[in-house]
């Protein structure tokens, strides 16, 4: 609309510029000629620019009480801003209570790092559980059954224990994406809304797939608990039948 106006005004000043004026033509002339154009620009082209001004102001009025109402919004940042005051605090201070209750040294240096929230600690975990746990006994201190049973379980305790700590870090990573959101949404500008939406939904995805690594250790360390039991039994009964062929060969004497 507004290129339409600037070439409509420019076709009516070079229309009175080509108009070819008499050689007799005097002051009079030219005053005629120019109270036309400015005629023509204060009624023509200047109630279409009313128009359009009105159309702008009726659109903004529109969008701020309707489409994106300026209290409302205001009224949500604030109510956000006092949620966030009041949890914060609570927040820090949960997050700030000492869990750790291992006295001796190893205990003590093990539960540190399975509570640093660090996962690159990982690679230190393994010689702190082995001098917590101890290792595996020899060959010749235990039958093959018994030290694979113990080898897989130390293996799936230690990826338990390494999957929990690297969870936690990724926790502590959702809070703070968590914290960064709810900023975002006191401080967002009307409009914004979906952006935000969809950041969350990209949180809430990270999350439920942290969840579900967790859960699938879990399910892990249920099997393995599950095959130990079966390994035992196993065992036993292998104990059984080799007692019975014992007894059978002394009664067959």
Known sequence: MNRFIKRRVLVLFLAGLLVPVAANAG???IITLLTTISSTLQNAIGTVLGGIQSIRTTITQFEQQVVWPVALINE?????????????????QIETLPTSS???????????????QQAANLPQINSFYTQVFQTLPPADQAT????????VDDA?????????????????QMLSIADSLEQEAAASAPGSAPIVTAQTAVANLQNQAMLQRLLAAELRQEAA????ENALR???????????NNLQQILSR
């Open 27 to 29: 002051i009079t002339d």
């Open 102 to 116: 291992a006295s001796l040294a190893n205990p003590k240096q093990l539960e540190g790092l399975l509570r640093s």
């Open 76 to 92: 949500t940042k604030n109510e956000v801003a006092q949620v966030r005051s009041q949890f914060s605090t609570l927040a820090r």
């Open 225 to 228: 608990r599950l095959a130990h």
């Open 144 to 151: 093959t059954t018994q030290r694979n049973l113990i080898d």
């Open 234 to 244: 196993k065992q036993s009964a292998d104990a059984n039948r080799t007692l019975r």
């Open 156 to 172: 799936l305790a230690l990826g338990a224990l390494k999957t929990a700590t690297a969870s936690d870090q990724g926790s502590q």
